[in-house]
């Protein structure tokens, strides 16, 4: 994907990497009484577009990938803005070569977790090398949301929405655990139109409090994206070069959306739950260091 991964020509992309740049800042902007620079740890960081915002904060940003030819873009991206001083390394998620305590906050956006098989070594080890008191940002697939219903919608319609999916898978994503969340094929056509298909990890807000609290990290602010902009069906959202009234009606539900989605019951909600946790001063297995 690393040719076309910065091609956010879609209303979908947009509006998910433009709500986490608006977090990232307002929520992790470091603070005034960190001697030295500060660092930024980014998990999963592809092309590096979170650690240009998080370098042009002030940050020294570490960049951690498996995809060599992504960090490419990611290193002269940020070499390009000038910030000589970040470094990008090729590396599992799952088992990061960094020390504990190393980062003053770690950004794992994208949704990488949800890509990551090992998902709660990778949520271990983003705990280990963070900070006590300092900041994650975690992005992950939310399994709460509209698509449910535009899936069963399409099934019954001749797959007239493209989701590609029997009326028996769709059914399948309501089934209990309702509080847990589960695994999905997920197919798309990546722009050369090659079919891709990977393993995908949807969460629920209640599960993914729980597994951050069970590491030392207390969840502060949760948000639910496309939670209401689902009402239009993700297939139609993903589409390149919209039309202008699908432009103009997308922009007011995501303008309602940002209104109310840090709030409950829609920050429970969405196509992707964007989660701020911070670890806690007495944290079990780590060193209690400050900044
Ligand atoms: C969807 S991209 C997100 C990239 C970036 N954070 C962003 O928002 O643009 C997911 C990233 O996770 C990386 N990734 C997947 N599994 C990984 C693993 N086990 N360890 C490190 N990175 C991984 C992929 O290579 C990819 O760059």
Redesign the pocket.
């Known amino acids: 994907m690393a040719s076309e991964?910065d091609d956010l020509s879609d209303l979908w992309y947009q509006y998910t990497?433009s709500s986490?740049d608006e977090v990232i800042l307002h929520e992790l902007r470091p603070s005034s009484d960190i001697s030295g620079k500060p660092i930024a740890l980014?998990?999963?960081?592809?092309?590096g577009?979170?650690s240009l915002r998080l370098a042009s904060l002030g940050y020294r940003v570490l960049g951690?990938?498996?995809?060599d030819r992504?960090l490419v873009r990611a290193r002269r991206k940020l070499a390009e803005a000038d910030y000589a001083d970040a470094d990008f390394m090729i590396?599992?998620?799952?088992s990061l070569p960094l020390d504990d305590n190393v980062a003053h906050c770690v950004n794992c956006?994208?949704?990488?977790l949800s890509?990551?098989p090992d998902w709660r070594d990778t949520l271990t080890e983003v705990s280990r090398c963070l900070k006590p008191g300092g900041k994650l940002l975690l992005e992950v697939e939310g399994k709460w949301n509209l698509d449910l219903f535009w899936e069963i919608a399409n099934a019954l319609g001749f797959n007239f929405l493209g989701y590609d999916e029997s009326l028996l898978t769709a059914l399948s994503h309501l089934l209990p655990p309702w509080r847990l969340g589960h695994t999905i094929d997920y197919s798309f056509k990546s722009s050369s139109d090659t079919s891709v298909s990977m393993p995908l990890r949807l969460f629920t807000a209640v599960e993914l409090e729980e597994e951050l609290q069970s590491r030392g990290l207390a969840e502060e602010k949760r948000w639910g994206l496309h939670a209401t902009t689902n009402l239009i069906p993700s297939t139609i959202l993903h589409k390149a070069n919209p039309s202008r009234p699908l432009t103009i009606i997308f922009r007011a539900l995501a303008r309602l959306e940002k209104k109310v989605n840090g709030r409950w019951p829609l920050n429970a909600l969405g196509c992707s739950l964007l989660v701020l946790a911070r670890k806690k001063q007495h944290c079990p297995d780590s060193t209690e260091d400050g900044n």
């Open positions: 991964y990497f986490i980014d998990v999963g960081c592809g092309t577009i979170q951690v990938d498996i995809a992504l590396a599992d998620a799952q956006c994208g949704p990488t890509f990551i």
